[in-house]
């Protein structure tokens, strides 16, 4: 977000660099949420698939405060323990039925949500394990396309 911004960052830990991203953040007009506001580990390892949810974050509710967010950027795989799985899973428990697309990334679909079309978009994962993946040039590049607003 740092390199889309044009703004390199100078602080990599304390105060300083949580304020440093959040600028950042609100420069591009972008927010971020986990998808689980309280997790338990099943199997006391880091893997995904031994995460439970107890808790879903409230994404109608988030919905509702920030009226003008047309836009949902997953980062994730497609399974069930991934952040499209949950969402998935926490809209089901609503009632709505929301099919994940299929094919290559990047995967776009729209979907009505909380009364209105949100345009869901499926990127590869930020993290190091996806660096083999597609390279750091192409995810930035990916990025900076879905977050443009039209």
Known sequence: MAQI??????????EEAVEERRNILDQLKIGVSDMAKIIRRTDGN????????????DIFRILEENPS??????????GKSSAIGWFKSHLALHGIVFQVPK??????TVGQ?????????????????????ISLEDL????????QTK
Not at 5 to 14: H, V
Not at 113 to 119: N, R, V
């Open 140 to 147: 930035t590049e990916l990025f900076r396309v879905a977050i």
């Open 5 to 14: 911004a044009g703004k390199p960052l100078q602080y990599f830990s304390g």
């Open 46 to 57: 880091s893997s995904d698939e031994n995460l439970e949810i107890v808790e879903y974050m």
């Open 113 to 133: 949500i909380a009364g209105k079309d949100i345009e869901i978009v499926l990127l590869y994962s930020t993290s190091a394990r996806a660096g083999a993946t």
């Open 69 to 78: 967010l047309r836009k949902i950027i997953f980062t994730s795989s497609t």
């Open 103 to 108: 094919g290559k990334r990047p995967l776009q």
